[in-house]
């Protein structure tokens, strides 16, 4: 049994209270595309081709982030599942996940794919990117689900000791999905091969994490991580993600 953890505080407990159901996929007859109405919320016709378009770009001017972003929105998601969070609140997560560093395409290559480590202007430079997500996202947030979306895509490089960037938040007043999403996205760059090295074993990864539990990570979102991560490899992926969305990248 993993341990729980809050619910995004963006939701009250009257919103809880009134979306107390799960309805599945509703088909539009008019754009044969999937309007999710699920618990707390709902996602809108037209969320999985407005995030194609932008990947879109992402996939043919950086592939290796490309893939990096989808593995990271799939594992979000589970963390967010492994959490005890909402199918709304796992969606969430899945798509800043996805998004997170899309604004990688603001900065340059000499920069982010430097075999090397950055000098201290460069790391400063490298450092905008979770802005530049959020501006390029920014668009889509006239719909509340990516509104939600918009802060957890900012906030993934924010540490609980107050030390992340770019606003230096601490503890609880970074978003739960941002603490997710920092956990998995240096599980999936530190397995990643580089330039400058192999990809890590997974007993590494493990140790790193746990070095820094309650300092750079949420020590209740690394219990949790622990606790669910060898059930990973056994879960589906989200039909409807690899249907409107990942099908239709892969195919392009």
């Known amino acids: ?20 159901h799960l309805r599945g996929p509703v088909m539009s007859t008019a754009t044969k595309k999937p309007h999710l109405t699920l618990v707390w919320g709902d996602i809108p016709d037209w969320a999985y081709s407005s995030v194609a378009s932008i990947l879109e770009t992402l996939k043919h001017s950086d592939p290796g982030t490309f893939e990096h972003c989808l593995r990271v929105g799939e594992y979000s998601r589970l963390l967010a599942k492994s959490s005890g969070l909402s199918e709304y609140q796992q969606k969430v997560a899945e798509f800043a996940g996805i998004l997170h560093d899309v604004g990688k395409m603001g900065v340059g290559q000499e920069i982010t794919h430097k075999p090397g480590k950055l000098t201290d202007s460069e790391y400063e430079v490298m450092k905008a990117h979770p802005c530049y997500s959020e501006e390029i996202i920014k668009p889509l947030a006239i719909h509340d689900f990516f509104r ?42 530190m397995g990643e091969d580089r330039a400058y090295r192999k990809g890590l074993p997974l007993e590494v990864i493990y140790k790193e994490i746990q070095k ?21 490899k056994t879960e589906k992926a989200d039909p409807n993600t690899i249907n409107f969305l990942i099908k239709k990248l892969k195919a392009a």
């Open 148 to 189: 939600q979306v918009l802060p957890a895509v900012r906030g993934h490089h924010e540490r609980v000791d107050g030390k992340g960037y770019p606003d230096n938040l601490h503890g609880e007043d970074i978003p739960l999905v941002s603490r997710m999403i920092l956990i998995v996205d240096t599980l999936d760059a």
């Open 1 to 20: 049994m993993t341990a729980s953890i809050e619910p995004l505080s963006a939701l009250s407990d009257n919103d809880m209270e009134s979306k107390s």
């Open 212 to 232: 820094f539990s309650g300092t750079q990570f949420d020590q209740n979102i690394v219990k949790v991580f622990f606790e669910s991560h060898a059930s990973w």
